[in-house]
C-alpha cells in the first residue's frame, strides 16, 4: 500500500484494524535486514532498509490498535543483549507515521546507549502512543482506557519490553498500566514504585560536571559559576547541590512567576524572571552552562554566543541537530557533557524497582561515586578521554562506548528478549486477539 508512511498515525491504525489489528516487523538476525508480518508493510519495509540514520537493525517493532480507542499503540525493541529492552512509553501527536516510526526508532537506540552507560542490566526500548486528534486526550476516562490498552499491549509482549513514564505520561496513567502488566517500571510510589526522580537526577548531572572539570584540569565547583536555563524541580535540587558544594554563584532565568516563588533565597543565587523567547541566559559568562528546561535549545545561535567552558545539563535531547550542534560546540572549544550520559538517574531509580528500595540504597549512590567504572563522575572522565585520543566530539565517543557496552551479555538472562521475540513470532502473535 504505496504512501502508507506518509498517511497519518490514525490512517494505519484503521488500515491495520481491517487486517486484526496487529503487525510485527523484526530483524533478520543474520543479515539485520527488516521484515514485516503482513505484505502491505512493504513500503514501511522499504523505509527502513533504505535508513542510514534512524534504524539499526532493531530487533523487534510491534504495533497494535487499542480495541477500544482505535489508538495506535508501538513498542520498538533496540538491542537486547544486556537484557530486556527498557524504555519510557511516549504519548505525542505525530502528524505521519513516519514521524512516530522514527521517533520510536531514535529514542530507543537513546534508551540502549543510555542504559548501557549507565551500566544498567537492561537492553533499548522505546513505547509511542499516537495522540489521536482532539481533546480526547485530556478526558481521565479516556486515558484510563488508553492507558489499560497499553498495558494489555506490553502484556502481550511477554518482557521483550518492560515499559516506563515518559513525555505526555503521568504517573496515575502508569498505574493504569501497571494494572495490566508486570511489564513497567515508574509506577508511583504508593504502588511500590521509586517516586519522583528529580533529585537524583540533579545529582548526577552535578556528579559529571565535576566529572568534565577534573578531566579539564580546573578544579573541584567551589568558587565556579554555573548558569542554568529553567528553575523547575531539577534545577531547585541542583541549586542546593550546587551551593553545597561551595559555587560562587548561580544565574537561572525562568519564565514561572509561581515557580519564582518556590526557590530558596540564596546571596549567591540569582533567578531571573524572563520571557518564554528569552534567550539572554546564553550570553552570561559562566564555568558550566546547564540547559535545564526544554530540549533543542543548542543550535548554531545559542552555540556562537555560549560563554562557558563545559555544557552539563539535565534537559534531554538538549542538541537541535545532534551532529552539527556537537561539531560546533567542539569547534567553540566548549566541552559537551552529552545529556544522555549525565541525565540518567531517571531511569536508574525507576529501572530496578522490582529489586525493592532503602534510604542511601547502594545501588542507587553507586552512581554518584567516585570508585565504580560507570559511575557519573568517572564515565564522564572516561567519555571525554576517549573524545581527545581519537580526535572525535564526546557525543560520538560516549555513543562508541555506548555500543560496546550495549553489547555485553546479560549475566544471567543471555539472549532472553530475543528468543521472546522469536517465540512471539512462533506462536502468530499478529493473529493472537
Ligand atoms: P520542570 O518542568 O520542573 O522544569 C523546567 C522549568 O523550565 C520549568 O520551571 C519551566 O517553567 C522552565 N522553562 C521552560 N522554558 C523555559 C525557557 N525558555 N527559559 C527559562 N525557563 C524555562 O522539569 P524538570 O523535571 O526540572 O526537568 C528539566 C528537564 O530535564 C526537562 O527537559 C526534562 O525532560 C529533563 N529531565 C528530567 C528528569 C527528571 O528526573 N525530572 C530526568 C531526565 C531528564
Not at 274 to 299: K, R
Not at 322 to 342: K, Q
Amino acid at each position: 500500500m504505496a504512501g502508507i508512511v506518509d498517511g497519518s498515525p490514525s490512517a494505519f491504525a484503521e488500515r491495520l484494524a481491517q487486517d486484526g489489528g496487529r503487525a510485527w516487523i523484526v530483524a533478520d538476525r543474520e543479515t539485520g535486514a527488516p521484515r514485516a508480518s503482513h505484505p502491505w508493510l512493504s513500503d514501511v519495509v522499504e523505509l527502513l532498509r533504505m535508513d542510514r540514520r534512524d534504524h539499526h537493525a532493531h530487533e523487534g517493532m510491534f504495533f497494535e490498535v487499542g480495541r477500544e480507542t482505535g489508538a495506535l499503540h508501538a513498542a520498538f525493541v533496540h538491542w537486547t543483549d544486556r537484557g530486556q529492552g527498557a524504555g519510557g512509553v511516549r504519548h505525542w501527536p505525530y502528524p505521519r507515521l513516519e514521524d512516530l516510526l522514527r521517533d520510536g526508532l531514535r529514542l530507543s537506540v537513546g534508551m540502549t546507549r543510555k542504559n548501557a552507560l549507565a551500566g544498567l542490566w537492561w537492553g533499548g526500548a522505546k513505547g509511542v502512543i499516537a495522540r489521536q486528534p482532539g481533546d480526547r486526550f485530556k478526558d481521565p476516562s479516556y486515558r484510563r482506557m488508553l492507558y489499560r490498552e497499553y498495558g494489555d499491549f506490553i502484556s502481550s509482549l511477554c518482557g521483550c519490553y518492560v515499559t516506563a513514564e515518559d513525555a505526555g505520561t503521568t504517573p496515575t496513567d502508569m498505574s493504569e498500566v501497571f494494572a495490566r502488566t508486570r511489564h513497567t517500571t515508574c509506577i508511583p510510589r504508593e504502588l511500590g514504585g521509586s517516586g519522583n526522580p528529580s533529585e537524583p537526577t540533579a545529582k548526577g548531572v552535578v556528579r559529571a560536571m565535576e566529572g568534565a572539570l577534573a578531566f579539564l584540569g580546573l578544579g573541584t565547583l567551589e568558587g565556579k559559576t554555573i548558569a542554568m536555563q529553567g528553575a523547575g524541580n531539577v534545577s531547585g535540587f541542583m541549586i542546593s547541590e550546587l551551593l553545597a558544594r561551595g559555587v560562587a554563584r548561580i544565574v537561572a532565568s525562568e519564565i514561572s512567576p509561581a515557580r519564582l516563588e518556590q526557590i530558596p533565597k540564596d546571596p549567591r543565587l540569582e533567578v531571573r524572571l524572563v520571557e518564554a523567547g528569552d534567550t539572554s541566559i546564553f550570553d552570561e559568562p559562566c564555568d558550566v552552562f546547564a540547559p535545564n528546561a526544554l530540549g533543542g535549545t543548542l543550535d548554531p545561535d545559542s552555540i556562537s554566543r555560549l560563554r562557558a567552558k563545559v555544557v552539563c545539563g539535565a534537559a534531554n535531547n538538549q542538541l537541535l541537530d545532534a551532529e552539527r550542534d556537537d561539531a560546533s560546540l567542539a569547534a567553540r572549544g566548549i566541552t559537551y557533557v552529552p545529556d544522555f550520559l549525565c541525565n540518567r538517574m531517571g531511569i536508574v531509580t525507576c529501572a530496578n524497582e522490582q529489586y525493592g528500595a532503602m534510604p542511601h540504597d547502594p545501588a542507587i549512590e553507586r552512581h554518584f561515586g567516585s570508585d565504580w567504572d560507570n559511575a557519573l563522575f568517572v564515565i564522564t572522565q572516561r567519555v571525554l578521554a576517549r573524545a581527545a585520543a581519537e580526535e572525535i566530539t564526546p557525543a560520538i565517543a560516549a555513543n562508541r562506548l555506548a555500543d560496546e557496552l550495549a553489547r555485553q551479555p546479560h549475566p544471567i538472562w543471555p539472549g532472553r528478549s530475543r528468543q521472546i521475540i522469536d517465540g512471539l513470532l512462533a506462536a502468530r502473535w499478529h493473529e493472537r486477539r
